[in-house]
């Protein structure tokens, strides 16, 4: 005989009624989380406010690791990219949707420029291509954790470490055949063989008594150089080590890092083109500072190796005269960029003829108006 249960509010149960009762609850209990469901996709602005909180973790990538271990990544936007963080949650490479361009941490390193500034970069951040343009998921994919493994931690010269490779001072390197590849730059002097050249402020031909003076970069290194569109373009002997700003850009990003040169300011299709007014406004990488016509109103979004773009006195009409690569900010919290500049007599981070930051009240901080991640 089936013994009754102590009763509840006053009843006695047996053993079968006990059971019925609990599997009537767990009934009612699943439909009230239905309920809640169907409440969720009912109401839009629910489902909104629950995607709106911050995403759980990524699970970490067990084949690519740093030295602390697996890594974990994780996507965020403004713009739209993927990081990379290691087991403490320390961002350790930043990979940018539609652009090459990879931001690593690395070993500290220090940028300066005694001669003209007392400012110093202090900077982990290490600039690398991409061997492809990036898309979301790519972190899966063969070819970058091969890529990745390489990169993490190596002290190859990147896109910084090139660019300082051609400040006044810096020793000259060659190439097997005696092609002189690196060393202290000069900015374009002017000479009779000027009219017709395209050069950083914009195309030939913009007139005789003002002709557009500029150095490419096969200037620099004094030999011709045939582009993807067969176009031959051949060096004048005068022009030697000598670079605009727009050359200098396509010597480091392109010439020394492998980003496809253009031989002309045509369709971005072919590569990147010549001037920084057609740099501003082709179609590689991604605008993380759209160009409007003004200086943007915040710039925080900026990350070392993006190219930055300004309005000059030389071209009227809002035109880009002048193109940077940012370095991020100095030892004083103001963001630093390096170019090739007429007044300073070459590449510099520094403050002759000019303050090189983007913040304050400078010539090259009122001029800012763009800026690319390639």
Request: aromatic share 8%; net charge positive.
């Amino acid at each position: 005989m089936k013994r009754p249960l102590p009763g509840i509010f006053g009843f006695s149960l047996t053993r079968n009624t006990a059971l019925f009762l609990v599997t009537a609850v767990l009934l009612a209990a699943s439909y009230g989380l239905s309920l809640q469901l169907k409440h969720r996709n009912d109401h839009p602005e629910a489902a909104q406010a629950a995607q709106a909180a911050p995403p759980s973790p990524a699970a970490p990538d067990a084949g690519i690791r740093a030295g602390t271990g697996p890594l974990r990544f994780e996507r965020i936007g403004n713009p739209a990219r993927t990081v990379a963080r290691d087991r403490h949650g320390t961002v350790i490479a930043t990979f940018t949707d539609g652009a090459r361009t990879a931001v690593l941490t690395g070993p500290s390193r220090t940028f300066a420029e005694p001669r003209t500034t007392d400012a110093k970069v202090v900077t982990k951040s290490w600039v690398r291509l991409l061997p492809k343009t990036w898309a979301r998921g790519a972190e899966r994919s063969g070819w970058f954790r091969t890529w990745l493994r390489s990169r993490l931690g190596s002290r190859d010269p990147d896109v910084l470490g090139i660019a300082f490779e051609y400040i006044a001072g810096a020793p000259a390197r060659t190439t097997a055949a005696g092609v002189t590849y690196s060393g202290a730059a000069r900015y374009t002097p002017n000479t009779p063989g000027d009219a017709g050249r395209v050069g950083s402020a914009g195309r030939a031909g913009q007139g005789k008594s003002k002709p557009r003076t500029g150095s490419d970069f096969y200037d620099y290194l004094g030999i011709p150089w045939t582009f993807p569109d067969t176009v031959t373009r051949r060096p004048e002997k005068d022009r030697a080590r000598s670079v605009d700003s727009s050359g200098y850009v396509r010597l480091v990003y392109g010439y020394r890092s492998g980003f496809p040169l253009s031989s002309r300011d045509g369709p971005a299709g072919s590569g990147l083109q010549r001037s920084a007014d057609a740099i501003a406004h082709g179609r590689f990488g991604v605008p993380v500072m759209p160009l409007t016509g003004r200086r943007p109103a915040v710039i925080q979004q900026l990350q070392p190796g993006d190219l930055v773009f300004f309005s000059t006195r030389e071209l009227p009409g809002g035109r880009i005269g002048h193109i940077g690569i940012y370095l991020g900010l100095d030892t004083a919290d103001h963001p630093r960029f390096i170019s090739s500049r007429k007044n300073a007599g070459g590449p510099t981070m520094g403050d002759k003829s000019g303050t090189h930051r983007l913040d304050g009240d400078g010539y090259y901080a009122q001029g800012l108006r763009a800026a690319r991640r390639l």
